[in-house]
């Protein structure tokens, strides 16, 4: 059946529709002018070269249109811009040839607010069976859009942040299993669970205080005052003071782990062996030698200490990796009162903001 | 009795690793396998150790080194081309490649390992 006869029956079927609905409908122009006006859509008929010639009154408030006679005669599909443009364009060819195109695109409303349209165009066939006009209805999905946009968007957070976790958790695995490798190093199975599930805690603690600052950075008392809370209940007193300051991922875990390692020795030979003292100070000023961050740890009043023959693990810890995660130096002196161990760096970050000073 | 001068002497290895606590761990791991080595924190210095040193069997390399001129996989690349004879072993905890996607004479392996894995690897290499 050409398009013409197909069109023509279904009008008859639609006037049939509309008499058992109500006296008076059918064949009733109020009817059409209520659906023009009442439709939320934007209507219009385009000429067969693709030119505006007529818009519905929904249309016309959905577009912003207040006057539409500059309007009309324009070619439609230059109300698209890139994409829109040659899809707005094949979507007439397609309607001319009797059939319906159908795209969706951004363009602005006549007063230049931005919205997104789910567009339709096909032919209006006159007797004979030939297109003689096209239809044109846009439909605002700019909401709709909008919303698939921010999920879009959310989803490629969602990934990216899902490798970041990842990514973290292959390095702090691959530091837990240096660390077990290291601690496992002929000690006594006891003891080495023991010395391997203090530093596990050790670094735990230093996750939570990295994880609060999404891994940029961590106060320098807080990694101290973390690693030394298994050991504040214990003899001796320890003391900390030292300004705000800032350290990165990697000077909060290597600190943290040394803090850790040097309260252990302390609690097992040191001066919190006894009723002796710790006294962790800190300063960052700048010097000549550019050396300006300066950490140490002074015991006093605990037994008598004496370089040890061998060195483990847990010297490493404090001495090397300090070192190098500051990128400063370590010393460790012996004095007969008690151990004496001091890191000099090049100064760290002081904090962004100062409100935890007050 | 003879004894052939590759026998006499402990193959050497240089270590590439950029973080220290993994630098070190693998570093004892190593000489714990029987074998003498050598340390670099980037691979720029790895490549300064190589240029100074004749005696390097083997380069055992992180891959994710993001500080420094190149990271592993291009060391690798730059080790098989300025010095053919010296096997290498890439590691990395993020990427799982292949032995195909490296330059001849390399192997994989991933982290974390262990010290048979690694010591496996290294002797295999060297007798190749």
Same mark, same amino acid.
Not at chain 1, 92 to 114: D, L
Not at chain 2, 116 to 121: A, D, F, G, R, S
């Given at each position: ?358 | 009795? =003879? $004894?052939? *001068? ?6 050497? #290895?240089?270590?590439?690793? %950029?973080?220290?606590?993994?630098? &070190? ?22 490549? =300064? $150790?190589? *240029? ?6 083997? #380069?055992?390399?992180?891959? %994710?080194?993001?500080?420094?001129? &190149? ?58």
């Amino acid at each position: 059946m050409p398009a013409g006869d197909t069109t023509r029956s279904t009008v008859a079927s639609m006037n049939q529709e509309l008499s058992a609905a109500g006296g008076g409908l059918a064949g009733n122009e109020d009817v059409l002018r209520s659906v023009l006006a009442g439709c939320g859509d934007c209507i219009k008929i385009l000429d067969l070269d693709g030119r505006l010639q007529f818009m519905s009154e929904g249309g016309k408030r959905v577009m912003e249109v207040e006057d539409f006679g500059k309007l009309k005669g324009c070619p439609w599909p230059d109300f698209w811009t890139g994409d829109g443009n040659s899809d707005a364009k094949r979507a007439v060819e397609m309607a001319k040839a009797g059939s319906t195109g159908r795209f969706r695109g951004p363009a602005n409303t006549a007063k230049g607010n931005p919205r997104y349209w789910d567009v339709q165009v096909s032919p209006i066939v006159g007797i004979g069976g030939k297109p003689t006009h096209l239809l044109s209805i846009s439909r605002d999905i700019t909401e709709e859009w909008r919303a698939t946009s921010e999920l879009k968007e959310a989803a490629g957070r969602q990934a990216l942040l899902a490798g970041e976790l990842q990514h973290r958790i292959k390095n702090t695995l691959a530091m837990v299993g240096a660390i077990a490798n290291q601690t496992m190093q002929g000690e006594s199975v006891s003891a080495a669970r023991e010395a391997f599930s203090a530093r596990l805690m050790t670094l735990s603690h230093a996750h939570d205080i990295l994880t609060q600052t999404s891994w940029t950075s961590a106060p320098i008392k807080d990694v101290v005052e973390g690693a030394l809370t298994p050991y504040r209940s214990g003899r001796g007193r320890i003391q900390v003071s030292g300004s705000n300051l800032d350290l990165l991922p990697k000077q909060a875990l290597a600190l943290s782990l040394a803090v850790h390692e040097l309260a252990t020795n302390g609690t097992k030979y040191g001066s919190l062996s006894a009723d002796g003292t710790v006294d962790i100070e800190w300063s960052n000023e700048p010097t000549e030698t550019g050396n300006g961050f300066r950490f140490t740890w002074t015991e006093s009043g605990g037994p008598s200490v004496k370089e040890p023959t061998r060195k483990g693990f847990g010297s490493r810890l404090i001495e090397k990796m300090l070192a190098n995660d500051f990128g400063g130096e370590v010393r460790t002196f012996y004095h007969p009162g008690g151990v004496v161990v001091e890191l000099v760096a090049p100064m760290v970050r002081r904090p962004q903001t100062q409100v935890s000073d007050l | 009795m =003879m $004894i052939s *001068e590759t026998n006499r002497r402990k193959k050497l #290895v240089l270590v590439v690793e %950029d973080d220290f606590l993994l630098r &070190m761990d693998a570093v004892l791991m190593i000489e714990e396998a029987g074998f003498d080595v050598l340390e670099a924190a980037n691979a720029d210095d790895a490549i =300064m $150790i190589l *240029e100074r040193r004749f005696d390097i069997d083997v #380069v055992f390399t992180d891959i %994710d080194m993001p500080n420094g001129s &190149m990271n592993g996989l291009r060391l690798a690349h730059a080790v098989r081309d300025r010095w053919p004879p010296i096997k290498i072993v890439t590691t990395s905890g993020q990427l799982r490649l292949k032995d195909e996607d490296l330059p001849h004479g390399s192997k994989f392996i991933p982290k974390p390992y262990s010290v048979k894995l690694v010591n496996e690897t290294i002797r295999e290499l060297i007798q190749q």
